[in-house]
């Protein structure tokens, strides 16, 4: 059995407002491309009730390190009391939702996904000592790697839904005077 070592466990993000859900996801989908996970789907579906459309959609996106090292983001979004709203913007009719979004992501890394190093004792002893000693700052790097994927795309999802706070000031502290 593969190793699973878990990095964020249920971070959450709550919204209740106007929001594109067909622009969020594309956002998403682009974002984890341009840093080589592939896409997962496991659940999309969609409810119809009185108050409105019930969404829930299951991300997973991966990305194989190497043959021994496997990264995980898990995005579990869940809409309720979605409605479909007319808004114009600049001069430009847009269809957009409203409704109430809540997010969970986790990051997970995966070790020997492959259960090569499991098929007899000796082979899963040497795997221990790979991992304590030989392998320890690939899977360091790895982690850190996907950590850093999953807090990314959660400040993604808070900045596409509007929710930080606009700074004049860039966060690095550093100003550019000219003359």
């Known amino acids: ?45 969609e409810e119809v009730y009185e108050t409105g459309r019930q969404i829930t959609i299951e991300l997973m996106p ?34 957009l939702q409203h409704g109430k979004a809540e997010f969970w992501f986790d990051a997970d890394l995966f070790t020997d996904y492959e259960h090569r190093w499991e098929s007899r004792v000796v082979l899963y002893f040497l795997r221990t000592i790979s991992d304590k000693f030989i392998r320890r700052a690939q899977t360091e ?3 850190e790697i996907c950590k850093k994927d999953c807090m990314d795309v959660i400040e993604l999802v808070k900045n596409f839904l509007n ?10 502290g550093s100003y550019f005077i000219g003359s």
């Open 1 to 45: 059995m593969s190793e699973i070592k878990y990095l964020i466990d249920g971070k959450e993000v709550k919204y209740e407002g106007l929001f594109d859900l067909k622009g969020l996801f594309k956002v998403i989908d682009d974002f984890f491309r341009e840093r080589g996970y592939d896409r997962l789907e496991t659940k999309n579906y």
């Open 62 to 95: 991966y990305k194989k390190v190497n043959d021994y090292v496997k990264m995980q983001v898990r995005i579990y979004a869940f809409f309720k009391e979605v409605k479909d709203k007319v808004v114009e913007i600049d001069g430009v009719k847009r269809k």
């Open 141 to 143: 790097m790895a982690e």
């Open 163 to 172: 929710m930080n706070r606009h700074t004049f000031a860039p966060a690095s």
